[in-house]
């Protein structure tokens, strides 16, 4: 079993800054890729930012410059800072990875519980 526990989300006025923290803990072998999604009420989810192992990153067109993503594949956490904050930024904040666990022989996809964000003057 894998699980992943997020923090940090929280209301915030436009031109905040939060960050957010995502802890994987189980029978990890290994995380390919870490990222967040988001969703707004009465919107899909979508990928706001993604990182390998390798370091390597994107992130959606609506948050460059102004998001953050960065891991620890040591401590299998994953953060995003998140600055200028929007209102349209305000959205449920899922925390996503990869993983190779030592009971499954192929790489399955995790989710976090989920925090929100809201961001209102």
């Known amino acids: 079993q894998v699980q992943l526990v997020e923090s940090g989300g929280g209301l915030v006025q436009p031109g905040g800054s939060l960050r957010l923290s995502c802890a994987a803990s189980?029978?990890?072998?290994?995380?390919?890729?870490m990222g967040w999604f988001r969703q707004a009420p009465g919107k899909q989810r979508e990928l706001v930012a993604r990182?390998?192992?390798?370091?390597?990153?994107n992130y959606a067109d609506s948050v460059k410059g102004r998001f953050t993503i960065s891991r620890d594949n040591a401590k299998n956490t994953v953060l995003l800072q998140m600055n200028s904050l929007k209102p349209e930024d305000t959205a449920v904040y899922y925390c996503?990875?990869?993983?190779?666990?030592?009971?499954?022989?192929?790489?399955?996809?995790?989710w976090g519980q989920g925090t929100q964000v809201t961001v209102s003057s």
């Open positions: 996503n990875a990869i993983v190779i666990a030592i009971t499954t022989p192929s790489p399955d996809n995790y």
């Open positions: 189980g029978s990890i072998v290994s995380i390919t890729v």
């Open positions: 990182i390998t192992a390798g370091g390597r990153t």
